[in-house]
């Protein structure tokens, strides 16, 4: 396998990867990205963020994201497309492992993120890619001026439904939860929308179709009453799931399989440094993830130099 040295490897492009891709290049440090899937992770699927400051209009997720890839790169960080494999300790350095090469660095930064979580009910995996979506604003278009489902009110759903609602036909919301979960200003914004049901205390049975979504089944958890809807696609929110697995046995992890850090963000590893919505909290927002980006990399720094003064007085 090849090696590329470098002082600091981040794993992930979303916010909190991309963030401190910027502090750490610009503190000098010898720097790279690894992303193994969309530049900007979550953030560059979401229709559009209001709560990032400076934009007071709102700005979209892709347009956000595309801003902070090109400021990092301008520091001189780049942006390699890679799978990271694994991670191995070794003389206060580390060995990030993809399927192409191995990078020797002296910290590690992990922003990996998170991936959308599943159903995994009856035609969910049959007709992905044929009506089942988790990603509004990119399929979204495909539906125009048809009828479809949004599965979870929380923001999220409650987000890409506004979205939607901008092309398809109607939206019909399915939420297992008697209440929404989504900021009241959310809700208030939909209340009112005719073209918008709620099926609260409901839980999806089944997602039906051959060839493609034709309707879905679910259940009222309250009377027990069965009932199909019919619909053309159905877009899916219902949490995450942390992409961590390459550190599974290096770091300490919460019973969910996020990273848990200190207040530093440091791991129980010195020199790997965990943020963004890996990290084992409770506020996982664009803002949020972007300072921690910013105070990983300030802290890799750190650590970086004090291995430097550790080496020149042994």
Do not use: W
């Amino acid at each position: 396998m090849n090696k590329d040295n470098y002082d600091v490897i981040i794993i992930g492009a979303g916010p909190a990867g991309l963030t401190a891709g910027i502090y750490a290049a610009r503190a000098g440090l010898r720097v790279t990205i690894l992303e193994r899937g969309l530049v900007g992770g979550l953030a560059a699927t979401t229709h559009l963020i209001e709560n990032y400051p400076g934009f007071p209009e709102g700005i979209s997720g892709p347009d956000l994201t595309r801003r902070m890839k090109e400021q990092t790169e301008r520091f001189g960080c780049h942006i390699i497309q890679s799978e990271v494999t694994g991670l191995k300790p070794h003389d206060r350095q580390f060995d990030v492992l993809t399927n192409a090469k191995t990078y020797t660095v002296s910290a590690v930064i992990v922003a990996s993120g998170t991936v959308p979580k599943t159903l995994n009910v009856p035609g969910e995996d049959a007709l992905r890619g044929r009506g089942v979506s988790y990603c509004a604003i990119c399929d979204g278009p495909l539906f125009r001026d048809r009828d479809v489902a949004v599965v979870g009110c929380g923001n999220s759903g409650l987000q890409e439904g506004k979205f939607l609602l901008q092309v398809v036909k109607t939206v019909t919301f399915i939420e297992i939860l008697p209440h929404m979960t989504a900021d009241k200003i959310l809700q208030d914004r939909l209340k009112n929308e005719s073209r918008a049901t709620f099926l609260l205390h409901h839980k999806l049975l089944s997602i039906n179709g051959k060839e493609r979504v034709t309707s879905v089944t679910t259940k009222n958890l309250q009377t027990n009453e069965e009932k199909t809807v019919t619909i053309d696609g159905i877009f899916i929110y219902i949490g995450v799931i942390p992409l961590a697995e390459f550190l599974k046995g290096i770091v300490d992890m919460d019973e969910r399989g996020f990273i848990v850090t200190d207040e530093h963000l440091k791991t129980s590893v010195p020199g790997i440094f965990a943020c963004g919505d890996i990290r084992s909290k409770h506020i996982r927002q664009v803002v949020h993830a972007c300072a921690e980006g910013a105070e990983a990399a300030i802290n890799a720094y750190h650590y970086i130099e004090s291995l430097k003064d550790t080496n020149r007085h042994e």
